[in-house]
């Protein structure tokens, strides 16, 4: 089985930046959050996109998580809502569950 952990992008719907790694809740551009409607996809080279032992560490397999309160999404490592404080224990939504049957993978052009 193949271990390698490829860092989707995404793009702000605010100022429309292309690309903005997965890592990054904000876009590196404007500040704006990204949403619970934000689409991930995988980059056109993914060789490039591969992530080293390290930051593959951090990283997790679970999906993020919406919160119920303010509607913030959060990492999937994030025990509490970064936009309210609200325990994730309370969440009921992740983005698996906002997306499914959404096509997440298509490269954007």
């Known amino acids: 089985m193949d271990s390698r952990r ?4 995404w793009d702000c719907g605010y100022c ?9 809740d904000r876009c590196r551009t404007c500040g704006s959050a990204r949403s619970a409607q ?7 080279d993914i060789e490039k996109a591969v992530l080293s032992d390290e930051e593959r560490a951090k990283t997790s ?10 509607g913030s999404l959060n990492s999937a490592d994030s025990m509490a809502c ?3 404080g609200s325990a994730r224990e309370r969440a009921t939504k992740d983005y698996a569950t906002l997306h499914s049957g959404t096509e997440i993978n298509a490269p954007r052009g």
């Not at 490829?6 to 992008?9: A, F, N, Q, R």
């Open 16 to 24: 429309d930046q292309k690309g903005i790694l997965a890592r990054y």
């Open 61 to 70: 397999n679970a999906p993020d998580w919406l919160c119920d309160y303010c």
């Open 38 to 44: 934000t689409i991930f996809y995988l980059p056109k």
């Open 6 to 9: 490829i860092e989707g992008l």
């Open 82 to 84: 970064s936009g309210c």
